[in-house]
């Protein structure tokens, strides 16, 4: 018997409620708009870094620091896309006035010297990379640090440093193909042919690394390819970076047999392979 008087009283209430909220309505959909095109612009930002064209997203990032100039994360986002635009030239700039600004932090830091690095300007990179703390313990930042150690030739400095980098992320496998290659250059075939077959169990789609680990195992003598995965097309181009590693080495009988492999395993015709075996037979 109540309800009726209940639900006429929610009713005055919600009227009276609104009848109050009248004046404020234009403000609150104003708000509520300026939320919504928020959301809507983080997720477009978002795109734009990830899947967007590059020189798209470098316009796109362009057009927004000129409308609103004041707001970095706008500018971060035309620094990372003249990255992904190959634009590093361009990317330093940017990222020198974020790291020069109030709300520049840590991170830019790493992200500058990446750029320089990018640039081969590798003694600003390091000179950036001390202005660090060594607290700020991240990923990229101690992969930047091993590349450093690298290009300077300090091998302890750089396996430290890129055994940390390894140790900071899931995904390992770019670190270790890089880790893989300064050993190759080394002239440490053994340990490079060990962080390739490791970087390959994290990704065993990385074609990098497979060719990489043909090489340390072609400067061993190791003439065979190793259990990997591999397409049929992939299995022809590992053949002929083992061919080209035999030859190198002075085993050209071998590298014949290697090259005549390739040409017959690869789906298609294999011009690099048959040119090379015509000049050897030449």
């Not at 006035?97 to 300007?121: C, F, H, M, Q, W």
């Not at 299995?235 to 002075?250: D, F, H």
Request: proline content about 4%; charged content about 25%; hydrophobic content about 40%.
């Amino acid at each position: 018997m109540r309800h009726p008087v209940v639900v006429a009283t929610c009713l005055a209430g919600a009227l009276a409620l609104s009848g109050c909220n009248h004046r404020q309505s234009d403000a609150e959909v104003k708000r509520a708009l300026k939320s919504v095109n928020v959301i809507d612009e983080s997720n477009l930002n978002d795109i734009m870094l990830t899947v967007g064209d590059p020189n798209e997203a470098v316009a796109y990032f362009q057009n927004a620091t000129q409308q609103e100039p004041a707001r970095i994360d706008l500018k971060r986002g035309l620094a990372k896309s003249l990255i992904r635009a190959n634009q590093p030239t361009q990317a330093v700039t940017v990222w020198q006035a974020i790291v020069a600004s109030p709300e520049g932090t840590n991170d830019d830091k790493v992200a500058l010297a990446d750029a320089y690095i990018r640039t081969n300007d590798w003694s600003k990179a390091e000179a950036t990379l001390n202005t660090i703390p060594p607290t700020h313990e991240t990923f990229e930042r101690y992969r930047l640090e091993a590349m450093v150690a690298d290009s300077k030739k300090n091998w302890k400095k750089a396996d430290s440093f890129y055994e940390i980098a390894a140790g900071l992320t899931t995904k390992p496998s770019g670190v270790l193909n890089n880790w893989g290659f300064s050993k190759l250059s080394r002239g440490d075939y053994a340990g490079a042919e060990k962080l390739f077959g490791e970087a390959l169990t994290y990704d065993p789609t990385l074609f990098t690394a497979k060719n990489n680990l043909i090489l340390a195992r072609g400067a061993q003598r190791k003439y065979d390819l190793p259990v990997i995965q591999m397409t049929q097309t992939e299995r022809a181009e590992l053949l002929y970076t083992l061919a080209l590693a035999a030859i190198k080495q002075g085993d050209t009988a071998v590298g014949k047999g290697l090259l005549q492999d390739a040409i017959d395993t690869h789906p298609q015709h294999f011009e690099a392979a048959a040119r090379s075996l015509a000049a050897l037979d030449a």
